[in-house]
């Protein structure tokens, strides 16, 4: 079918999670806020060991009630609000804005190394940058932009999309229709029905047909606890990214 837009998801979509396991997640968020607290060591706002078991607590416990607070009501708490909240919180040193962004880099740093483009999803994209008048975004439930921002320009993807978003940026995440009607306004386009959504779970699906884009399921190999089940007639299904070549015209 011919389309003017094609809006794709990040995570098992276009990249994968090199030894992808719950524990390798928790395990990169663990030395990722290692590194942080490294930093707030360094400028001195942690400056002893009872406070850093304090500060370490209470971030890790935020973090997660804000995850599940975020999957709910599909507003996203970005992890540099999280370390403004909890230094406020334990009434430490105020920092510029600047800082609190540099403490999310590191604390993501060790997810930024695991995550790792599909073998084919280069090769998809440079085939749809041929096509003529098809605009390309990113779309990502992440709560730190910049992570997207470095693994897209890390692997010389960043080319190829005329608009990334994420839900950290916009405040609202996937499968909420406004982050996708966001997107196509940035994307400069105004027909959803001329756009396809191509995602790898519910969020994608749901949320692009919600919006009224056409909807494209990129199966994936790993089941995720909780998956939800996709309650949206006559989406298009592949197995693999480079098969959305023989949907697209
Ligand atoms: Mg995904």
Not at 1 to 12: P, T, V
Request: hydrophobic share 35%.
């Amino acid at each position: 079918m011919k389309i003017d837009g094609l809006i794709f998801d990040f995570g098992f979509t276009l990249f994968e999670f090199r030894n992808a396991s719950i524990e390798t997640y928790f395990e990169c968020f663990r030395k990722g806020l290692r590194k942080s607290i490294e930093k707030l060591k360094e400028t001195n706002i942690l400056n002893n060991e009872e406070i850093i078991k304090q500060f370490s607590k209470l971030f890790k416990k935020k973090r997660t009630q804000y995850f599940k607070q975020s999957l709910k009501t599909k507003k996203e708490f970005p992890t540099s609000n999280v370390f403004e909240l909890v230094l406020d919180e334990l009434n430490l040193e105020k920092v510029n804005r600047e800082i609190y962004f540099e403490l999310a880099d590191l604390y993501h740093s060790y997810e930024e190394k695991e995550w790792v483009p599909f073998k084919n999803t280069k090769d998809t994209l440079e085939k749809l940058s041929n096509f003529k008048n098809l605009k390309m975004a990113v779309l990502s439930n992440h709560p730190h932009h910049m992570t997207i921002i470095n693994l897209l320009k890390k692997y010389d993807l960043m080319e190829f999309f005329n608009v990334v978003v994420t839900s950290a940026e916009f405040g609202k995440r996937k499968p909420d229709p406004d982050i996708f009607l966001y997107t196509l306004k940035k994307m400069g386009l105004e027909k959803p029905e001329t756009c396809m959504v191509c995602g790898d779970e519910h969020a994608d699906i749901v949320g692009g047909d919600r919006a009224g884009l056409q909807t494209i399921l990129c199966k994936r190999m790993l089941r995720f606890p909780f998956e939800r089940e996709i309650n949206v007639p006559n989406y298009i299904k592949v197995n693999d990214i480079s098969e959305i070549l023989n949907h697209i015209h």
